[in-house]
């Protein structure tokens, strides 16, 4: 079956800090691909999302690059902020049934 | 962007007793809603895919007598966690799908359900 592979957190970074946090993921076909953020005490928000290879997702300032030769989708900012601490959470979709397949997802946590 | 919503927020229940969880989308209309299980620190784990009108597509391993799931109507589903017992102490999430956004998923905002 499909499965996603993303960094184990938590990562704590200072404010201003480069973020990245690696997704890899396994599926049959070619999926869409999907960043979700979970912050404190909320329900899962869909950060960005790339629908076919070479594409990429952007938003607040966060950015990631459907990679089909590497089966991969890498979360960057370049300068995070207090802010963007939260849960990330890579998943892969099929388009047949819009299933998301999530990865275990990533804490970070951005001090001052 | 759309707006689910989920009820309760957070239940506490008796072992033995049965719990309804609701989830509706409040401003489109979700044909297929979907519900999750998150546990501590762990990611989301699809149950079942909730369809509008007909009997829902349980994931292997989840057990539809356990988890009954009822989508009656375009803005509301239901999962009922029928005997429950401590083990099934969890986070519930669900989505709704909203085909006019592109097919993408709105997320509730969870039901922690704590079984004594």
């Known amino acids: 079956g499909d499965s996603v592979t993303q960094m184990e957190g938590p990562v704590t970074l200072s404010e201003e800090a480069f973020l990245t946090i690696n997704c890899t993921y396994t599926a049959t076909g070619y999926p869409s691909l999907f960043w979700y953020v979970q912050y404190p005490g909320e329900g899962l928000q869909l950060l960005l999302k790339?629908?076919?290879?070479?594409d990429k997702g952007s938003n607040k300032g966060f950015e990631a690059t459907y990679r089909k030769e590497t089966t991969s989708f890498h979360l960057e900012k370049g300068s995070v902020q207090v802010s963007d601490s939260a849960v990330y959470f890579c998943a892969p979709s099929k388009a047949a049934g819009n299933k998301l397949t999530f990865g275990g997802g990533t804490r970070v946590l951005v001090k001052p | 962007g759309a707006v689910v919503s989920q009820h309760p927020s957070r239940v506490i229940c008796k072992s033995g007793t049965s719990v309804k969880i609701e989830c509706r989308s409040l401003d489109f209309q979700a044909t297929t809603m979907f519900w999750y299980r998150q546990f501590p620190k762990q990611s989301l784990m699809l149950m079942a895919t909730s369809n509008e009108g007909s009997k829902a597509t349980y994931e292997q391993g989840v057990e539809k007598d356990k988890f009954l799931i009822n989508h009656a109507s375009l803005t509301l589903s239901t999962l009922t966690v029928t005997s429950a017992h401590p083990e099934d102490s969890s986070f519930y999430i669900c989505?709704?799908?909203?085909?006019?956004?592109?097919?993408?998923?709105?997320f509730g905002p969870g039901t922690r359900l704590t079984v004594l």
């Open positions: 790339a629908t076919k290879a070479d």
């Open positions: 989505s709704a799908l909203d085909r006019g956004l592109g097919n993408e998923q709105f």
